[in-house]
Nanobody, 121 residues
Framework: QVQLVESGGGLVQAGGSLRLSCAAS????????MGWYRQAPGKQRELAAT???????NYADSVKGRFTISRDNAKNTVWLQMNSLKPEDTAVYYC???????????????WGQGTQVTVSS
């Protein structure tokens, strides 16, 4: 069974930094673009950043210039470095990736369990 496991969330003051990690595990054949989404209380889940297997990154306007997404294809891991954090960045952050398991012919859209990020003012 393939899964994504996030870590690195926590409580930080405004202006601080956090680094989120997401590792894919299981019998993996390949992974397409990996991404981070976030969901604040009472709001819809939204894209924060994505990165292709080739390393091309895309960011939401709200995080551009403050967040950096990176990945290691050999380790099936993606990170999100978050700097200059603001109270409005408070949310549950979810890792997402389409993953093709060994022996499968299709990709399954896979989500992690989420990690809480809280930024105090």
């Amino acid at each position: 069974q393939v899964q994504l496991v996030e870590s690195g969330g926590g409580l930080v003051q405004a202006g601080g930094s956090l680094r989120l990690s997401c590792a894919a595990s299981g019998s993996i054949f390949s992974i397409n673009a990996m991404g981070w989404y976030r969901q604040a209380p009472g709001k819809q889940r939204e894209l924060a950043a994505t990165i292709t297997s080739g390393g091309i990154a895309n960011y939401a306007d709200s995080v551009k210039g403050r967040f950096t997404i990176s990945r290691d294809n050999a380790k099936n891991t993606v990170w999100l470095q978050m700097n200059s954090l603001k109270p409005e960045d408070t949310a549950v952050y979810y890792c997402n990736a389409p993953i093709r398991a060994r022996g499968s012919y299709y990709y399954t859209d896979t989500w992690g369990q989420g990690t809480q990020v809280t930024v105090s003012s």
